[in-house]
């Protein structure tokens, strides 16, 4: 009956075209699309992202390319700082945005709403001045939410910039426990302060939309769940972990090495770290070094993700010595992107040292795979914290990215006692993320509550 409702009824999607957050995106067109829904996806033509793969992935999908307005010049600058991308985006793609809703709402009165990225702010003011409900989704955690939220709050207590107090590191954020000074999410980029509008527009412009749509569950965030429901008093719908609501589906930009999965399947059972900074962190040639050392000198087989672009001032691994390579010979296995589903899903997979991007947090919460956490900015930060004493489903890299403290790292997760409490947690963790999208499941629950909300326009 409720799905009779839906017939013919058309969402349309807007997503930022970059990995970490185009990936839930058509994640929820494909949840929504199970439940009943005619999809469309407007996707902005970027320089750096090829969508065949994505089109022929979602043949059930109808695709609406745009231009992203971006010049050649600003293609230049965010191919130096991919921070950058975030507010001239929603400065440049604003009017091909416009025009092309406009058009898509004459032709097919069945669209009932849009939902666009929480960063594309911009597209609050064209969905109001069409009269069509807005919808937002929030790609990362509901922690980091309320972290970005504090940003103007945690500016007046002379918080930003972290690089004056550098001293006050491990001190504790009052306004937001449990995290430290050095949790905060800070952005490596050459205009903070633009990046600071744009998340201020963000928070705005989500607190004014018809409904928020998070990648997240109760039960992991449940603390600052209830915060953020007294902060945005609009309808707030946590349907996550959305990858777990079908069997996987690609939406990755770039080709995975399926070499990853017969190197693993020569392995024995959680043996394997699998070792992968997602797709925008940067790291610097000394650190890929001690990456690579500190690797080889502990005794286990790893699997590492060296993305091209990965180390900055280095094409790919040309800078490995041989000494290097002879050490870890049939051990490591380097690639330049993975199927990292399925990597976490192999059973030869003991730990995941990311850079806690939150897709790759929950990927491995739902494996049941415990991580070493390298945060590199932003949301990261907080997710970090949260996998490491909130959760204690890991543990964090500090005091900087050298060898001794990684093999440190590598021995407490897969050698130790604590390691194995880590493991038990996240077990426990995992069952959970599971359950909530069994029928009486929050997440289940709560995906109901949406699909009879966007009916209901
Ligand atoms: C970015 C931000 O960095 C992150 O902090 C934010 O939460 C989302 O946007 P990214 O750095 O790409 O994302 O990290 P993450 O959120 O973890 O997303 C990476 C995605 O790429 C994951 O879904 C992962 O499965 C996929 N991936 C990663 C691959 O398919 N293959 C790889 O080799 C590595």
Redesign the pocket.
Known sequence: MEEQGRKGKRVLFFPLP????I?PMLQLANILHLNGFSITIILADNFNTTFNTIRANYPHFTFHTISDGLSEDDKAKTDVDALFLLSLFNEKCAPHFTEALRQLVLEDPNIVCLISDSILHFTKAVADSLNLHRLVLR??GVSSCLAYAAIPLLQNKAYFPIQGIESQLEEAVEELPPLRIKDLPIFKTYNVDALYQVIQGMIRETKASSGLIINSFEQLEQFSMSKLRDDFSIPIFPIGPFHSHFPASSS?LMS?DQTSISWLDTKTPKSVIYV?F????AIEINEFLEIAWGLANRNHPFLW?VRPGLIRGSEWIELLPNEFLETVDGRGHIVK?????QVLAHLAVGAFWT?N????TL?SICEGVPMICMPCF???MVNARYVSHVWKVGVQLENGLKRMNIENAIRTLMEEEEGKQIKERMLELKEKANSCLKPGGSSYESLRSLTSYISSF
């Open positions: 970059l990995q970490g957050h990936t790609t990362g990755s995975q992968s997602g797709s925008l962190a993700v992107w993975a199927p990292q589903q850079h991007g939150w897709n790759s990927e932003g949301d990261q």
